[in-house]
């Protein structure tokens, strides 16, 4: 018995063997860098909890219970096939547009924003969940637009549309920051679609001309576009949270701090524990601690276009466009995340991918991983059928 389980527990550290019908790493990412973000999540709110609660650990185990949730979803979305997704991909469109337009009658707001809507002792955020859903939309209708798509000119007009229709209940929010990422996101299938160059053109310019008048119509983005440029210049105003997170960064230098060290997060920078975690890691655990965590988000989106990629040899576009989609989610939100926070970007209200606090984003990013492993297993399963087909041949 004893040597049984130390088989399997040998077997699991190993990684995934070619014969196995899931991708093993994938799972171990996931959970990883769940752990990871518990971590620095309860290191980085510790100040925050006990100045309003009076709790060091308030949010701690308000963590833990959406962790514990995000696990729990992965293990249920797991045992979806694709083809549900497939076949329910208009019914989870419109449910995402009602809950849009639901947060803006009823939601909570917190900072001018309203973005949450409020589910007794916990809020949930319809923007996490339109990502997923515009993206499950999208990869449906490049199937059965895919040959109409890559030859006219005008076809992408509809996808445009839809793009307009997501936007625009965003903005309304305002969240410009989850527009972006489904904006690149729209971008990024059309491109592996094979749509004509024209298209991406007119996207490309039509995007820089929208945000770039969205940003100069708002005294509010501006600002942060200004203050971007040189936080210091205004460091206990406009530009008192970012200059925080690069002096967190700095004070970090190669190897941190130490867990639980971090000067910054005693009050000095808003936002330690959500958007500005990565800020947290940069100074406890240094450059070391910063690449550490951006190597495995990498290797999970490698994962994802390679699970992408064996989908559309099988062809099998659906799987193949679903999958490329969410591995530019996570790694265009894990991106600018990252650039924010280390003053390579414009502030924007983004999470860092199964690291920051909240429970939207983290119960949402677990069924997008989940949604993976199992097209990676229905890939495994159609390369088995393959190879007894060729056998019996």
Known sequence: MLETVKQEWAKWFRLTPKNALYDR???WLFLGLLMIGFVMVTSASIPVSTRYY????YFALRDAFYVMASI???AFFIQIPSTL????NVAFFVGSLFLLLLVLIIGNDVNGARRWIPM?????QPAELAKLSVICYFANFYVRKFDE???HNLSFIRPMMILALFSGLLLWQPDLGSTAVIFVITFAMLFIMGAKKLQFLFLGITGF??????ILTSE????RVTSFMDPFADAYGDGFQLSNSQMAFGQGEILGRGLGNSVQKLEYLPEAHTDFVMAVVGEEFGLLGILVIVSLLVILTFRALKISKEALILEQRFKGFFAFGIGVWIFIQGFVNLGVASGLLPTKGLTFPLISYGGSSLIIMAIAVAILVRIDHENRLEKIGHAHLNDHE
Do not use: C, H, Q, S
Not at 85 to 88: A, D, I, L, Q, V
């Open 209 to 214: 001309v929208i945000f770039g008048f969205l």
């Open 220 to 223: 509010y983005r501006l600002r």
């Open 149 to 151: 798509m890559r030859t």
């Open 72 to 74: 729990g979803a992965f």
């Open 25 to 27: 790493t994938l799972i």
């Open 120 to 124: 007794g002792p916990i809020n949930f």
């Open 54 to 57: 009076n709790d060091p650990f």
């Open 85 to 88: 997704w497939e076949k329910w």
